[in-house]
């Protein structure tokens, strides 16, 4: 999907120390330090415009929410929804999802989402799919031992995949559903493309997982 340009969404982000945060470095190994509380931190990779992020803030005020984005011209969304809800439990990111490891230090994180990520669906690109086993390793090095991810998609290549490569990485499958919106799950908030693409008829596909590292 094409992203409109927005040259002023640099400034707008500096507006916000509050929301965005922009050394997130000095903050690693002391996360809880930054929300004044010793609450779970959970992150989601890939926040896109917010939607799922702050609504899950909204709904589970005693959790640390952080949402990490790239795209400058899309995340300027997420902190608008941020601004809006007026939570002290949501953070904002906008850096790179390949330096997790610069701004979280092991046992920081309890639970990791991803949400619709880029299926990259050509072979030659399956490294840059954020189900890949880099990226696995990249998750368990900031996770709690026994940390979760929890994984939404509407493309059913990347689920099946997703499935194999959380298998053989060692991961626990703990749920899955290939229809979420005809299930029994309960608390479930949606994302911008899974409204999108529900509203059209398309299955949406969940997976959680667990890392098999407990002491």
Same mark, same amino acid.
């Given at each position: 999907?094409?992203?409109?340009?927005?040259p002023?969404?640099?400034?707008?982000?500096?507006?916000?120390p509050?929301?965005v945060?922009?050394?997130p470095?000095?903050?690693?190994?002391?996360?809880?330090?930054?929300?004044?509380?010793?609450?779970?931190?959970?992150?989601e990779?890939?926040t896109?415009?917010?939607r799922f992020?702050t609504g899950?803030? @909204?709904a589970n005020p005693?959790?640390?929410?952080?949402?990490i =984005?790239?795209?400058?011209?899309?995340? $300027?969304?997420? #902190?608008? %929804?941020?601004?809006?809800?007026?939570i002290?439990n949501? @953070?904002?990111?906008?850096?790179?999802a390949?330096d997790?490891h =610069?701004?979280?230090?092991k046992g920081d $994180?309890d639970? #990791?989402? %991803?949400?619709f990520?880029d299926?990259w669906p050509?072979?030659r690109?399956?490294?840059r799919?954020?189900t890949?086993?880099?990226y696995?390793?990249?998750?368990?090095?900031?996770?709690?031992?026994?940390?979760?991810?929890?994984?939404?998609?509407d493309n059913r290549?990347?689920?099946?995949?997703?499935?194999?490569?959380?298998s053989?990485?060692g991961l626990?499958?703990?749920?899955?559903s290939?229809?979420l919106?005809k299930?029994?799950?309960e608390g479930?908030?949606?994302t911008?493309?899974?409204?999108?693409f529900?509203?059209?008829?398309?299955?949406?596909?969940?997976s959680e997982?667990k890392?098999?590292?407990e002491?």
């Amino acid at each position: 999907m094409r992203v409109r340009n927005k040259p002023w969404a640099k400034e707008k982000l500096a507006e916000y120390p509050q929301f965005v945060i922009h050394k997130p470095e000095s903050h690693k190994r002391k996360w809880h330090e930054l929300f004044g509380n010793n609450n779970p931190l959970h992150i989601e990779v890939g926040t896109g415009k917010g939607r799922f992020i702050t609504g899950m803030a @909204k709904a589970n005020p005693d959790i640390n929410y952080i949402g990490i =984005e790239l795209a400058e011209s899309v995340v $300027v969304s997420a #902190l608008d %929804l941020a601004i809006a809800a007026d939570i002290p439990n949501i @953070k904002i990111l906008n850096r790179n999802a390949n330096d997790l490891h =610069e701004f979280f230090d092991k046992g920081d $994180v309890d639970r #990791l989402y %991803l949400n619709f990520s880029d299926p990259w669906p050509k072979k030659r690109h399956e490294k840059r799919r954020l189900t890949y086993k880099t990226y696995l390793k990249s998750y368990e090095d900031i996770l709690k031992n026994g940390g979760e991810i929890h994984f939404k998609t509407d493309n059913r290549g990347l689920f099946e995949y997703s499935l194999t490569s959380f298998s053989e990485y060692g991961l626990l499958l703990t749920y899955v559903s290939l229809d979420l919106h005809k299930s029994d799950f309960e608390g479930n908030i949606m994302t911008e493309y899974e409204e999108k693409f529900s509203s059209k008829g398309f299955p949406i596909y969940r997976s959680e997982v667990k890392y098999q590292n407990e002491e």
